[in-house]
């Protein structure tokens, strides 16, 4: 269909997926192909950010900022499920920004005890409250030493149907501290973009036009420093 109807270049705009088929297309077809790393997750090589990302880890932060005032007000622990299934970028970032006092990202597998030890400390503080932002994606201890199979064999077995609820229904139980699991969900991927995804963006997309109009094929542009490469 390419040649068909003469395009002489085809650029994708995506996350790891999206750079894994264009580069089948190129190398298996002989497609020139340019890509432009665009994803929530923050997690295509080579490049210091992806379009989409800071756009989404701010809707991340204000969902944790707004969980501080039910959370203060009722003496819960609020357990926010952040989108990451194996990238920790968003959750971390917006856990930083929104100031949750503990944060699980798939890369580190978390135990459960020391989150519930956190949490029992700040009610020994005097600190009546506790947000917790974890990626939909996080692991315990325990899981991580399972193969894959066998993990996604033990999460069917549980009566929870995402990683936040389960949190928070083991903290209720170990702590005995009233816990609540918020998800935002797709919320975090729609909307208007802001205002620094909308220049990168551009500026991606000037140097697309750029290596096109140089027959440059075959590459993805990225951000190094201040550069755009």
Known sequence: N???????????????????????LHEKGGVNVLTLPKTIDNDVAET???????????????????????????????VCEIMGHQAGWLPLGAGIAG??????????????????ETVENRAKSKKAFSIIAVAEGAISTE?????KKEREAYRASLPYDCISKRISAQLQEMVGVEARSV?????????SPCAYDRIIATQFGVHAAELIR????????????????
Not at 3 to 13: F, G, N, Q, R, W
Not at 105 to 116: C, L, N, R, V
């Open 2 to 24: 390419l040649k068909k109807l003469h395009i002489d270049c085809l650029v994708c705009l995506g996350g790891n997926g999206t750079q894994k088929n264009a580069l089948r």
């Open 48 to 78: 210091d950010i992806t379009f989409g990302f800071d756009s989404a880890m701010s809707i991340a932060t204000e969902a944790i900022d707004r969980l501080h005032t039910t959370a203060t007000s009722h003496h819960r622990a609020m």
């Open 99 to 116: 100031g949750a006092d503990v944060i699980l990202i798939p890369e580190i597998p978390y135990d459960i005890g020391k989150i519930a």
């Open 143 to 147: 899981e991580a030493k399972m193969k």
């Open 183 to 191: 998800v935002p969900g797709h919320i975090q991927r729609g909307g």
């Open 214 to 229: 140089d027959e440059v094929y075959g590459v993805t542009v990225a951000l190094s420093g201040n550069n755009i490469i």
